[in-house]
C-alpha cells in the first residue's frame, strides 16, 4: 500500500512506523488482552490525514489506520499472522481454487447482520471499473476478476459467491499460495450495499453515515486535524477491546511531534531526523518505550514516463538510470533522513519467497550497474532523443511528499545530488501537504517524486505486479511487454525456485535495465510509546497500528 504496502503502500517520508514490538509491556502475543486496565481508556496516536474511509478506494497507510481499527475481514492480523475474524472457518480444495468460508455471528454498529453478501458485494465493488479502485488488480487473483475489470466477463462470473448469509465461496483463477493473508488486509472488508448506495459519491468522506464491523466506530473525521473513534459495542469480540476511545492526530512538523509527546498529549508518534538519537537516548533512560526493527517496505524515486504529462527526457532508459546511480543512498539514510537502509532493489528486506528469504537468495540488481558514470548515461541518452547533449540546458521538476521543514530538507539533498553529479537543472515543486502529493502523483502532475510503498502481503508479488502496464498504482506510467509477461508467468508457475527466478527477472528490468524506478532506502520502524501503552502492535502489513489488543495501565 501507498505506504505498500510503506506504501505501500505512498506514505509520506515522515511516517516510517513499526512493527516489532521491542521494549512495551503487555501482551506479547497479542492474543490476551492486558488486565487492570482501567474504564474510559484513550489512546492519542501520531498520523498523517487519511486520503478515503472508503475501503475500496483506500491506498495509502494513513487511510488504513482508521479503516484496520473500524473494519474487519474474514481474517485478521495479529502479530503479522492471519487469525479468524468474521470468518469463524474455512476449507481449501485439493487444487487450491475453491476457498469456503463460514461466517460467525457478526453484527454491524447499526446491529444489522454481517453477511456473506457484504462481501461479495465488496470484492466485486473494487473490481468494478465504475469504481475507479487503484487496488483493482489485487482482486485479479479471483477467477475472472481481470476479465470483469476489462468488460471481458459478467459480474456474476466473478469467482466469488454468497451461497447462503453464512457461507462465501471464492474461486481463484490460479492457485494463490498467499491468498489468506489477503483476506486479512483492510481493502477486503465487506460493506453494505444500501449505506454505500445512499451515500453515492459522497460514501467514505463522513463517518457518520456509515457502519462498521470492526473493534471501533469512527466518530468524526475533521480533514487535516484528525480522525476520533469509540468502542463499537456491537463487535462480536467486544470483550477483548479495553480501549473505549481514541484519536488518530495529525502533526507533520517534528518538532510540534516531539513536544506533543514530551508532555503527554499524544501517546505514541514516529520521529525523523535529528530528533531521533535524543529520542532513543531518552527511551534508555526510561523516560517511555520504544520499537525499532526492520520493515518490508520500500521507498524509491519514481519518474513520470507519460510524455504527454511529463518531461521527454524522462521517456529514455539512460535518463532514468542517470538519475537512479546519481543519488547516494548511504549518505542519505546516514546523514540526511537517519532512518533507513540504503537500497538498490525494490523488494525489502525481509520478505519471503516460499521458505526462502527473498534477498538472501537474490542480490540487488543496480550494483551491477553501479559502476557506470551518471552524467555519461544522460548524455547519451539526450543524444537518443536527438536533443542537445549539453545537461544544464534542461530542467526537471521534483515533487516532494509535504511542505513540512523535513521535506524541504529531504527535496534539497536530491536537487543538490542530480545538480552536481549530472548537471541538469532541478526546480522543487510544491505540495501542501502529504494528500495533496498524493492527489498530484495520482494524476500525474509530477516528474519525479519520491514514493514508497509497503508490503500487503509477505511476497515479493506485493511489489513486483505494481509495475505492471496499467496498474492503478503505478504512477509512474512504466511499461514493458516482457516484464508484464513475467508477472503473467509467474502467477500460473506453481514451483517457488521457478518463481523466485521469474522475480529476479522483472527486478533486474525494473530496477537496472529500463529503470522504471530508482530504488532509494528500506524502511526501518522506529517508535516511541509511553510507558503505560500495553500491547499495541505495529503490523507490517495494512494500517501502521493494530489497536484491537491494545490498553492503557498506569496513566
Same mark, same amino acid.
Given at each position: 500500500?501507498?505506504s505498500?504496502?510503506?506504501?505501500?503502500i505512498?506514505?509520506t517520508?515522515?511516517?516510517?512506523?513499526?512493527?516489532?514490538?521491542?521494549?512495551?509491556?503487555?501482551?506479547?502475543?497479542?492474543?490476551?488482552?492486558?488486565?487492570?486496565g482501567?474504564?474510559?481508556?484513550?489512546?492519542?496516536?501520531?498520523s498523517?490525514d487519511?486520503?478515503t474511509?472508503d475501503?475500496?478506494?483506500?491506498t495509502?497507510?494513513m487511510s488504513?489506520?482508521?479503516?484496520n481499527?473500524?473494519m474487519? @475481514?474474514?481474517?485478521?492480523?495479529?502479530?503479522?499472522?492471519?487469525?479468524k475474524?468474521?470468518?469463524e472457518?474455512?476449507e481449501?480444495?485439493?487444487?487450491g481454487?475453491k476457498?469456503?468460508f463460514?461466517?460467525r455471528d457478526?453484527?454491524?454498529?447499526?446491529?444489522?447482520?454481517?453477511?456473506?453478501?457484504?462481501?461479495?458485494?465488496?470484492?466485486?465493488r473494487? $473490481? &468494478?471499473?465504475?469504481?475507479?479502485a487503484?487496488?483493482?488488480?489485487?482482486?485479479?487473483?479471483?477467477?475472472? =476478476?481481470?476479465?470483469?475489470?476489462e468488460?471481458?466477463?459478467?459480474?456474476?462470473?466473478?469467482?466469488?459467491?454468497?451461497?447462503?448469509?453464512?457461507?462465501?465461496?471464492?474461486? $481463484?483463477?490460479n492457485?494463490t499460495p498467499?491468498?489468506l493473508?489477503?483476506?486479512?488486509?483492510?481493502?477486503l472488508?465487506?460493506?453494505?450495499q444500501?449505506?454505500?448506495?445512499a451515500?453515492?459519491?459522497?460514501?467514505?468522506?463522513?463517518p457518520?453515515?456509515?457502519? !462498521?464491523?470492526?473493534p471501533?466506530?469512527?466518530?468524526?473525521?475533521e480533514? *487535516?486535524?484528525?480522525?476520533?473513534?469509540?468502542?463499537?459495542?456491537k463487535?462480536?469480540?467486544?470483550?477483548?477491546?479495553?480501549?473505549?476511545k481514541?484519536?488518530?492526530?495529525?502533526?507533520?512538523?517534528?518538532?510540534?511531534?516531539?513536544?506533543?509527546f514530551?508532555?503527554?498529549?499524544?501517546? @505514541?508518534t514516529a520521529?525523523t531526523?535529528?530528533?531521533?538519537?535524543?529520542?532513543?537516548d531518552e527511551?534508555?533512560? @526510561?523516560?517511555?518505550?520504544y520499537?525499532?526493527?526492520?520493515?518490508?517496505?520500500?521507498f524509491?524515486?519514481?519518474? &513520470?514516463?507519460n510524455?504527454?504529462?511529463a518531461n521527454?527526457?524522462?521517456t &529514455?532508459?539512460?535518463?532514468r538510470?542517470a538519475?537512479s546511480?546519481a543519488? %547516494?543512498?548511504?549518505?542519505?539514510?546516514?546523514?540526511v533522513?537517519q532512518? =533507513?537502509?540504503?537500497?538498490?532493489?525494490?523488494?525489502?528486506?525481509g520478505?519471503?519467497?516460499?521458505?526462502?528469504?527473498?534477498?538472501?537468495?537474490v542480490?540487488?540488481?543496480? #550494483?551491477?550497474?553501479a559502476?557506470?558514470?551518471?552524467?555519461?548515461?544522460f548524455?547519451?541518452?539526450?543524444?537518443?532523443l &536527438?536533443? %542537445?547533449?549539453?545537461?544544464?540546458?534542461?530542467?526537471?521538476?521534483?515533487?516532494?511528499? *509535504?511542505?513540512?521543514?523535513?521535506?524541504?530538507?529531504?527535496a534539497?539533498?536530491?536537487q543538490?545530488?542530480?545538480?552536481?553529479?549530472?548537471g541538469?537543472?532541478?526546480?522543487? %515543486?510544491?505540495?501542501?501537504?502529504?494528500?495533496?502529493?498524493?492527489k498530484k502523483?495520482e494524476? =500525474?502532475n509530477?516528474e519525479?517524486a519520491?514514493?514508497?510503498?509497503?508490503? %500487503?502481503?509477505n511476497?515479493?508479488?506485493?511489489?513486483?505486479?505494481?509495475?505492471?502496464? @496499467?496498474?492503478?498504482?503505478?504512477?509512474?506510467k !512504466?511499461?514493458?511487454?516482457?516484464?508484464?509477461?513475467?508477472v #503473467?508467468?509467474i502467477k500460473?508457475?506453481?514451483?517457488?525456485?521457478?518463481?523466485?527466478?521469474l522475480?529476479?527477472?522483472?527486478e533486474?528490468?525494473?530496477?537496472?535495465?529500463?529503470a522504471?524506478?530508482?530504488?532509494?532506502?528500506?524502511?526501518?520502524?522506529?517508535?516511541?510509546t509511553?510507558?503505560?501503552?500495553?500491547? $499495541?502492535?505495529?503490523?507490517?502489513?495494512?494500517?501502521?497500528?493494530?489497536?484491537k489488543?491494545?490498553?492503557?495501565e498506569? #496513566?
Amino acid at each position: 500500500m501507498k505506504s505498500k504496502k510503506f506504501l505501500a503502500i505512498l506514505l509520506t517520508a515522515t511516517m516510517l512506523l513499526s512493527t516489532a514490538l521491542v521494549g512495551c509491556g503487555g501482551s506479547s502475543d497479542g492474543k490476551k488482552p492486558a488486565e487492570g486496565g482501567k474504564k474510559g481508556q484513550s489512546i492519542t496516536l501520531i498520523s498523517s490525514d487519511a486520503k478515503t474511509l472508503d475501503t475500496s478506494k483506500s491506498t495509502d497507510q494513513m487511510s488504513f489506520n482508521a479503516i484496520n481499527a473500524s473494519m474487519e @475481514g474474514l481474517t485478521r492480523y495479529n502479530n503479522d499472522k492471519p487469525e479468524k475474524a468474521i470468518a469463524e472457518s474455512w476449507e481449501q480444495s485439493k487444487d487450491g481454487l475453491k476457498w469456503t468460508f463460514k461466517l460467525r455471528d457478526a453484527k454491524w454498529s447499526d446491529g444489522k447482520k454481517v453477511t456473506a453478501k457484504d462481501f461479495e458485494y465488496a470484492w466485486k465493488r473494487i $473490481l &468494478n471499473p465504475k469504481t475507479k479502485a487503484q487496488y483493482a488488480s489485487f482482486m485479479f487473483v479471483l477467477k475472472n =476478476g481481470e476479465k470483469f475489470y476489462e468488460g471481458k466477463a459478467k459480474e456474476e462470473e466473478v469467482g466469488v459467491k454468497a451461497i447462503d448469509d453464512k457461507t462465501l465461496e471464492v474461486t $481463484l483463477e490460479n492457485p494463490t499460495p498467499y491468498f489468506l493473508q489477503l483476506t486479512a488486509f483492510p481493502l477486503l472488508s465487506p460493506l453494505r450495499q444500501d449505506i454505500v448506495e445512499a451515500a453515492g459519491d459522497k460514501y467514505g468522506t463522513d463517518p457518520s453515515k456509515m457502519v !462498521f464491523d470492526g473493534p471501533f466506530v469512527l466518530e468524526k473525521w475533521e480533514k *487535516g486535524s484528525k480522525i476520533t473513534f469509540n468502542k463499537n459495542e456491537k463487535y462480536w469480540d467486544k470483550d477483548t477491546v479495553k480501549l473505549d476511545k481514541g484519536t488518530f492526530q495529525v502533526a507533520e512538523e517534528m518538532p510540534t511531534r516531539y513536544q506533543m509527546f514530551t508532555s503527554k498529549q499524544i501517546d @505514541g508518534t514516529a520521529i525523523t531526523g535529528e530528533y531521533v538519537q535524543k529520542m532513543k537516548d531518552e527511551a534508555k533512560a @526510561g523516560k517511555y518505550d520504544y520499537v525499532e526493527s526492520t520493515d518490508p517496505t520500500s521507498f524509491y524515486m519514481i519518474m &513520470n514516463q507519460n510524455g504527454e504529462k511529463a518531461n521527454k527526457l524522462l521517456t &529514455n532508459s539512460k535518463i532514468r538510470l542517470a538519475l537512479s546511480l546519481a543519488i %547516494d543512498r548511504e549518505s542519505y539514510v546516514n546523514k540526511v533522513y537517519q532512518r =533507513g537502509f540504503a537500497s538498490n532493489g525494490l523488494i525489502p528486506t525481509g520478505m519471503v519467497a516460499g521458505e526462502k528469504v527473498y534477498r538472501d537468495v537474490v542480490p540487488e540488481p543496480l #550494483k551491477s550497474v553501479a559502476n557506470k558514470d551518471p552524467k555519461a548515461l544522460f548524455i547519451e541518452g539526450l543524444k537518443e532523443l &536527438n536533443l %542537445d547533449p549539453n545537461p544544464s540546458k534542461y530542467t526537471l521538476r521534483y515533487l516532494p511528499q *509535504g511542505s513540512a521543514t523535513s521535506d524541504r530538507a529531504y527535496a534539497e539533498y536530491f536537487q543538490n545530488q542530480w545538480q552536481s553529479k549530472i548537471g541538469v537543472n532541478i526546480k522543487v %515543486d510544491s505540495a501542501a501537504d502529504f494528500s495533496d502529493y498524493l492527489k498530484k502523483t495520482e494524476e =500525474g502532475n509530477f516528474e519525479i517524486a519520491m514514493s514508497g510503498w509497503g508490503a %500487503d502481503y509477505n511476497d515479493p508479488m506485493a511489489f513486483i505486479e505494481l509495475f505492471t502496464t @496499467g496498474n492503478g498504482n503505478n504512477n509512474g506510467k !512504466f511499461s514493458n511487454a516482457e516484464y508484464d509477461k513475467i508477472v #503473467k508467468d509467474i502467477k500460473k508457475e506453481p514451483d517457488m525456485n521457478k518463481r523466485i527466478e521469474l522475480y529476479k527477472r522483472a527486478e533486474q528490468i525494473l530496477v537496472s535495465e529500463q529503470a522504471g524506478i530508482a530504488p532509494v532506502f528500506y524502511k526501518d520502524k522506529r517508535f516511541f510509546t509511553q510507558k503505560y501503552v500495553k500491547g $499495541l502492535q505495529f503490523p507490517s502489513f495494512g494500517g501502521l497500528y493494530e489497536l484491537k489488543w491494545t490498553s492503557i495501565e498506569g #496513566k
